[in-house]
């Protein structure tokens, strides 16, 4: 379930009906819905009900009070759901400086878990949900337990078949926030046993150099974690010589050093400069993706923070990597100097960075495969606005079909990759984002997007995955969301940021609800508990959506972006969508001329009583003449519908001139898909049946961990073949059966756009 769509509530006061629903169960509904409800009548939020669905009845939806509930974040929602009993989770929600102090818990921060009585010491490894459950999982805290507590768990890392993290075995719980609290130490000092009549405290914070005594022998590390009666430490070399352990000790055997040597300063490899190379470095600034040689190997990351540490002359980077490789969270001797999660950043010498040479070697070295972009910083300093037009149908083949074609992936990039694929590869209907006004503050992440990403693949059909972590970090330099470049988003939530927060471009999207206008830039289709369909077309699935929640269009949309009916993205509502190539929305628009579906003359009134009614066919608002109205109403079974009067464009109807009534049409040009998390799209990039194309910006990897993605395009003409099926016998395929990849589009829709091609020259 997508977040930012829903608003959630927890039941507070237990309703008089239904008389199943206790306090303490939590609900949601659009927000849609909740504008809609909120907008029609007067009635306060003290008697107002809302159309809410309970998580823990089937989904079944209820008119509930507002007064009866209150707010609750998606976050909340997560940490509340892993408790089972209504009472207990009405219990901690009260307590809610509890549930906050659960939200700022982070990997790898020591805290005491209450187990059957006795509050065990532990580390945090694994945060989140550990079972699937409908709409959305319960989050619970993995913990590692330490010193003494150690064997007094239940677990090894995993549950029930699945490993969540690993340790040794009875060494690790799961637990809800109710049982979890964080270790915060009066003091983070430590007595350093000096000898037996005289000793010191010493303060030792994560990135210290200590010497410890271990079997009798001293050894050198660095502060990892600072617990309340031992220090976990990154060990120079351990009992075996072996570099890049860790070990626990006790705080009275561990002893704060000074750096006797640049090795010991930071556990990293330094390789040698060698002479003519430093241009190479000299490009590299805070946010470039660069690659370090460790103890370990190869590690990679992006460089956080550039400058001078205390008692080092030399220019020093501190980096955020990608992996566990590193010894703190952006602190180095008690000083912060940029953020990140425990264990991921490392504080090295600038010169000891060098670009990333995944990226490098591909284009380097493998030009063949993935052809080299060419150079646009001049066109970037000469301010110059121009665009290479979409990939018409006959150039698809010649620039776009093959492997390392359209947008590498690197990262959990997969839903922004397809996102801009899907909008830029074939189609123009939103280049007018590329060219619009900015505030110089968003005029980088527009040249981005026009510069590096949307003109290389449109030119030469390919866009390198250093171009897409750009916009990302630049997204998550504006403030918007610090996992940007790390964490799998939502498409919408990415195209939303894109367009509203950072371009400012008008709505796509004006509905008329109750007589108000809502701008939006997406439409979630929601259906009602009592919908028909089985095997539903894009067309029916929108007008049963629009007539649920009362909408219509106020205008022509230049673009529609429909997410498609889910609960959340693994549970899908229909086995198969069938898509529409084209949608009619002439019936769905509030205002302007139409046509009465019986007889095809002006069309003057509307009965949404008549919608469902088998007897006029599954797609389509029911509108009529006034005489065919009459006729039809005039039947035993309809005589209490209530038609209403349709808006007709004033002086239409004082014409004497016949009129020829334009139906109004879109077409789809991209559909995104979803099957476990990944995300890929199909392009329709011609009027043919056959013209389709498929892109997976992960469809193959060089490589291990140092290696990279391999993006490919390849046509799909097998989508044309099941689009020209009947209903029946689409019904009757089997999806494993299903040839190439059209089992993906039918079976796993996620989005779908669609575009005026007339309307589209106007915004």
């Known amino acids: 379930m997508t977040s930012t769509n829903y608003m959630y509530f927890i039941i507070t006061k237990k309703p008089e009906y239904p008389t199943h629903i206790n306090a303490g169960q939590i609900c949601y509904i659009s927000k849609y819905d909740f504008k809609i409800k909120s907008s ?36 909340e929602v997560e940490l509340l759901q892993a408790l089972y009993e209504d009472e207990e989770r009405l219990k901690w929600f009260r307590e809610r400086e509890t549930l906050q102090t659960a939200l700022g818990l982070t990997k790898g921060t020591t805290v005491t878990v209450n187990e059957g009585g006795q509050k065990l010491r532990g580390i945090v490894r694994y945060i989140g949900a550990i079972e699937e459950s409908l709409p959305f999982p319960g989050k619970f805290f993995g913990i590692e337990l330490q010193g003494e507590d150690r064997g007094k768990g239940k677990t090894d890392g995993g549950f029930k078949y699945t490993s969540f993290f690993s340790c040794t075995a009875d060494c690790g719980i799961f637990a809800p926030f109710s049982r979890v609290r964080p270790v915060v130490p009066s003091s983070l000092s430590a007595s350093v046993a000096k000898s037996s009549s005289q000793s010191e405290t010493v303060e030792l914070t994560p990135g210290d150099r200590v010497t410890y005594l271990v079997h009798d022998k001293y050894r050198h590390g660095m502060v990892l974690f600072v617990l309340e009666k031992s220090v976990r430490i990154s060990t120079d070399t351990d009992e075996n010589g072996q570099r890049g352990g860790e070990v626990e000790v006790p705080l009275y055997l561990v002893e704060k050093v000074e750096v006797p040597t640049e090795r010991e300063t930071l556990d990293v490899d330094i390789p040698p400069v060698e002479p003519g190379t430093d241009d190479l470095y000299l490009d590299l600034s805070v946010n470039s993706m660069v690659e370090v040689t460790l103890a370990t190997g190869n590690s990679y990351g992006f460089i956080r923070w550039i400058g001078n540490l205390p008692d080092r002359q030399e220019i020093m980077a501190g980096l955020e990597l990608e992996e566990d490789n590193g010894v703190s969270d952006g602190s180095f001797k008690g000083t912060r100097f940029f953020s990140c999660p425990a264990k991921r950043a490392l504080f090295v010498k600038l010169l000891s960075c060098r670009p990333d040479s995944r990226f490098q070697s591909a284009s380097a070295d493998r030009s063949e495969r993935m052809p080299k972009e060419e150079d646009t910083e001049s066109e970037h300093s000469a301010g110059k606005l121009e665009t290479v037009p979409p990939i018409s149908t006959e150039r698809v083949d010649q620039i776009l079909i093959g492997p390392m074609k359209g947008i590498q992936g690197h990262c959990n990039s997969c839903y922004m990759d397809a996102a801009l694929f899907s909008l830029f590869s074939c189609s123009s209907v939103l280049d007018s984002m590329l ?42 330099k504006h403030g918007h969301c610090h996992s940007f470049t790390t964490d799998e988003k939502d498409p919408e939530e990415f195209l939303t940021v894109i367009m509203h927060d950072i371009l400012a471009l008008d709505p796509l999207l004006k509905l008329s609800a109750a007589g108000k206008v809502q701008d939006s830039y997406c439409y979630q289709i929601f259906l009602d508990q009592n919908h028909s369909l089985v095997l539903p077309t894009v067309q029916q699935l ?5 007539h649920t929640a009362g909408l219509k269009l106020a205008e022509v949309p230049s673009c529609l972006i429909l997410q498609m009916p889910r609960f959340g993205k693994k549970f899908k509502m229909f086995d198969k969508i069938i898509p529409s190539l ?3 929305i002439t019936d769905l628009l509030s205002e302007g001329p139409q046509q009465c579906m019986l007889c095809g003359n002006l069309a003057e009134v ?62 789809l040009f991209a559909v995104l898909c979803i099957e476990t998390s990944h995300y890929v799209s199909f392009i329709k990039h011609g009027p043919n049946s056959q013209d389709w194309i498929f892109f997976d910006s992960m469809a193959d990897r060089e490589g291990e961990t140092d290696g990279f993605n391999i993006p490919k395009v390849h046509a799909c003409p097998e989508v044309g073949t099941y689009l020209e099926m009947s209903p029946a016998e689409l019904a009757n395929q089997v999806p494993r059966d299903m040839k190439g990849v059209a ?3 039918f079976c796993d829709a996620y989005m779908y756009l669609y575009q005026s091609t007339s309307m589209c020259l106007y915004r």
Do not use: W
């Open 40 to 75: 029609v009548g007067s009635k306060s939020r003290s008697c107002r009900k809302l159309p809410v669905t309970l998580c823990s009845v089937k989904l079944s939806e209820y008119e509930i009070e507002e007064s009866s509930m209150e707010g609750l974040s998606y976050e």
């Open 435 to 476: 060219f619009k006004s900015t505030e110089p503050q968003d005029a980088p992440i527009q040249n981005t997007l026009l510069h590096d990403i949307v003109n290389p693949l449109r030119s030469k059909g390919f866009v390198e995955g250093r171009h897409i972590m750009k916009l990302r970090q630049q997204l998550k």
């Open 606 to 667: 509307e009965c949404t009583d008549c919608f469902k009614d088998p007897l006029f066919g599954h797609t389509g608002f029911k509108i009529f003449c006034k005489m065919c109205s009459n006729q039809v109403h005039s039947h035993p079974q309809r005589r209490s519908h209530q038609p209403a009067a349709l808006d007709i464009p004033e002086g239409y109807l004082a014409s004497s001139i016949p009129h020829t009534l334009i139906r109004d049409k879109l077409e």
């Open 542 to 546: 929108l007008e049963h959506s629009f």
């Open 743 to 745: 089992k993906r589009l």
């Open 582 to 584: 084209e949608l009619d």
